[in-house]
């Protein structure tokens, strides 16, 4: 329970003041990502083609990797100091913008968006690819919201966020 109150839980949080809500969503979309069925086209059979097949797995495995590298990088950057689930900045905290943080601002959002996208390539489901994009426009939007935090508590914020892409390094 600990914590909770060190990530910045309390008993009065749960009124959406911090982001509450938004951690919320982000938790019912992983679930649904997770137990979403695969569909794909009937008339795209991959099966037939093993170059295109193998190509995709290698795609998903290169997508895989980088999602790995950015949320795990993304922790490490952050340190236990800067670290919580909610998107409002904890008090004791920092502006980090060393490390992964230099190349994009929100990696750790990044990182889940092309492990989701690594797996709709993967299993050539276009259920899946419709859930990324999906998460792509929640994480864009919580994002967001967080920015607005941040600028507040930052006033170096605007200025790093005029130099570093949002949620796709060298991107977006």
């Known amino acids: 329970m600990n914590i909770l109150k060190k990530w910045g839980f309390t008993h009065d949080t749960w009124r959406g003041q911090h982001g509450e809500y938004w951690v919320l969503g982000q938790a ?6 997770i137990f979403l069925p695969v569909w794909r086209l009937a008339s795209l059979s991959i099966d037939k ?3 295109l097949l193998y190509t995709s797995w290698g795609l998903a495995a290169a997508l895989g990797l980088v999602a790995a590298i950015l949320i ?3 922790l490490l950057d952050l340190g236990g100091i800067n670290l919580t ?3 409002y ?9 060393s490390g992964v943080y230099s190349f994009v601002r929100h990696p750790l959002y990044s990182g889940v968006i092309l492990l989701a996208l690594g797996w709709a390539v993967f299993q050539w489901s276009l259920s899946h690819l419709v859930a990324t994009t999906i998460l792509l426009a929640f994480f864009n939007a919580k994002a967001d919201r967080e ?3 941040l600028t507040q508590k930052y006033p170096d914020y ?3 966020r005029n130099s570093v892409k949002k949620l796709m390094p060298w991107l977006y």
């Open 158 to 160: 605007p200025d790093y």
């Open 28 to 33: 019912i979309l992983l679930i649904g990502f």
């Open 85 to 87: 689930p909610l998107p």
């Open 49 to 51: 083609y093993p170059i």
């Open 72 to 74: 795990l990088k993304g």
């Open 89 to 97: 900045p904890r008090n004791d905290g920092q502006l980090v913008k």
């Open 147 to 149: 920015e607005v935090w």
